[in-house]
């Protein structure tokens, strides 16, 4: 079986390293944003908090995953599509956070554009909604 986590590493010219791998198949088996806490409760090989703050600033900058603002304030990271590559982050798509299981994750809905007042120019846009997700109002 093709393992996707080092598929992937590879299409971002990372090397694979059991870290990487690790982290990124737990982005991968995930449909949320994960925190730093998460991903450090999830693994459980020990990871110390250095490995793991530097394996996503890795992937942040590679365009394999982008930060996702929710109302906690702790920073929390999704999967990008394809379109994200080294050379930047395209996408503006709506984050949802859902009030009953707390969790965030990536909608396929695009942010409406917005007009800004004269003088002002946007560089990244970031749209929270919150309410009842999918899973949560069946
Ligand atoms: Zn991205
Ligand atoms: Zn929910
Ligand atoms: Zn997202």
Known sequence: MANVSETLLRDFKLRSTPNRQE?????L??????????????????LDRVTVYRTLKTFLDRGLIHKVLD??????????????????HHHDHV??????CG???????????VKL???????????????ICERCSE
Do not use: R, W
């Open 29 to 46: 088996q995930k449909e949320y944003a994960l925190s730093h806490a998460d991903i450090e409760k999830e693994i459980d090989n020990a």
């Open 95 to 100: 984050h949802f956070k859902c009030t009953k």
């Open 71 to 88: 109302d906690e304030g702790s920073l929390k990271y999704a999967l990008c599509n394809a379109a994200c590559t080294t050379a930047g």
């Open 103 to 113: 969790q965030t994750c990536c909608l396929n809905t695009e942010v409406p554009p």
């Open 117 to 131: 007042p004269k003088g002002y120019k946007a560089s990244t846009v970031n749209l929270l909604i919150q309410g």
């Open 23 to 27: 982290i990124l198949h737990l982005f």
